[in-house]
C-alpha cells in the first residue's frame, strides 16, 4: 500500500487489514512482486484497488460506518476493475499521482492498430491487463500527439 502514500490520507497496514476482516476489503493475494529482489512474498492487490480503497476513504472521512463501507465496497470495487470508477477530486493528491502511458508506448500501439485498420476509425484503444485475483484493468491509451514537421 506504498502507493496510497502518494495520496492526502495516511492508511496503515493496521487499517487495511481492519478492513478485510470487517469484510469491507477482499483479502489480498501473497506473492513475490515483479522486480522483488528479495524473493519474499508480499500481501498484493490489483491497481484498481489503489482507487476503490481511495473511493472508500472519501466515503469514511465524509462520516460514513463501517456497515456502510461493508455495503458500498463491491459496488465500488466493481466499477474501478471496470475502470468505470467515479473520479476522486484532485485536491487528494500529494503528487505525482498514477503513471501515464508513454509517448513511445502510444506511438506503438498505433502505428500497430493502423496495420489493422485505419486508424480513424477509433477513439481510443485499450490496453488490457489481466489479473491474477480475478478481473481485469483497462487502460486507455489515446494517439499520441501529431508531431509537427518543420518547413
Known sequence: MDELHHFKYDVTTRQIRAWQAYGILPKPIRAVPPGATDGKARALYPHYMFLAILHLLELY??????????WAAPDIIRKCRQNTAVE?????LKAGGWPRVSRALQRAVWEHVARIAEPDLFD??????????????????????VRQKDD
Open 61 to 70: 472521512e465524509a462520516g460514513a460506518t463501517r456497515d456502510t463501507l461493508k
Open 88 to 92: 476522486l477530486p484532485e485536491e487528494g
Open 124 to 145: 481510443r484503444v485499450l490496453l488490457t491487463l489481466e489479473t491474477k485475483v480475478g478481473g481485469n484493468i483497462e487502460i486507455p491509451i489515446s494517439p499520441p500527439p
